[in-house]
């Protein structure tokens, strides 16, 4: 089973940066895709940056040029840097990876999620 921490978020002011990981656990043999997603109050979560297997990336248009989404692969580890941060992007944000991992002599596909890291962007 693969389980993935969150961590690094919090109260900011605007114009300020954070920086968010998540650790992902278990025998990961593959990851195809690792992304992060938002959820402000009263909105639906949105797709904010993802970041291939291949190292390709694409931002949602309200965080490109500000955000930034890049991995350590030795630890299974996918960041968000946010920088010029706005009070729109308070929202809680989610990490997500898809991949494949080894258990009980098997491969098997995964899809998870973090707990999610709240951030607040003050004036």
């Known amino acids: 089973q693969v389980q993935l921490v969150e961590s690094g978020g919090g109260l900011v002011q605007a114009g300020g940066s954070l920086r968010l990981s998540c650790a992902a656990s278990?025998?990961?043999?593959?990851?195809?895709?690792m992304n992060w997603y938002r959820q402000a109050p009263g909105k639906q979560r949105e797709l904010v940056a993802t970041?291939?297997?291949?190292?390709?990336?694409n931002y949602a248009d309200s965080v490109k040029g500000r955000f930034t989404i890049s991995r350590d692969r030795d630890k299974n580890t996918v960041y968000l840097q946010m920088n010029s941060l706005k009070l729109e992007d308070t929202a809680v944000y989610y990490c997500?990876?898809?991949?494949?991992?080894?258990?009980?002599?098997?491969?098997?596909?995964?899809?998870?999620w973090g707990q999610g890291t709240l951030v607040t962007v003050s004036s």
């Open positions: 970041l291939s297997s291949g190292g390709s990336t």
């Open positions: 278990g025998t990961i043999t593959r990851i195809n895709a």
């Open positions: 997500n990876i898809d991949g494949a991992f080894f258990q009980n002599l098997r491969t098997r596909n995964f899809n998870a």
